[in-house]
């Protein structure tokens, strides 16, 4: 079993930036792709980064695409999504996702691809 645990969100004024943090814990961390998706009000969780387990290769969503960045630090099992430039649109339950993987240049961008969650933090962005 793995365990993921998103921390880091809040209220935040347009313009502003935000660190969310989620740690994993119970397997080798390095064998897993991580991804960031979010959830707005009244809409689908939807994705928003991803990683693959080498932290060699990420994408992201259209929408955000120039403002966040995602990373990983193996040393603390940690993966990280830099929000800048916040927008109100950017309001959400922001969760994390962790897949097991043999292929450490692989990152996955759907919801039904990853196989552990993390609770969510909710981050908002007034204007």
């Known amino acids: 079993q793995v365990h993921v645990v998103e921390s880091g969100g809040g209220l935040v004024q347009a313009g502003g930036s935000l660190r969310l943090s989620c740690a994993a814990s119970g397997r080798t961390f390095s064998n897993f792709a991580m991804g960031w998706f979010r959830r707005a009000p009244g809409k689908e969780r939807v994705f928003v980064a991803s990683i693959s387990s080498s932290g060699g290769n990420t994408d992201y969503a259209d929408s955000v695409k120039g403002r966040f960045t995602i990373s990983r630090d193996v040393a603390w099992n940690t993966v990280y999504l830099q929000m800048d430039s916040l927008k109100p649109e950017d309001t959400a339950v922001y969760y994390c996702?962790?897949?097991?993987?043999?292929?450490?240049?692989?990152?996955?961008?759907?919801?039904?691809?990853?196989?552990?969650w993390g609770q969510g933090t909710q981050v908002a962005v007034s204007s």
């Open positions: 996702a962790a897949k097991y993987t043999a292929y450490s240049v692989i990152y996955y961008l759907k919801v039904d691809d990853y196989d552990y």
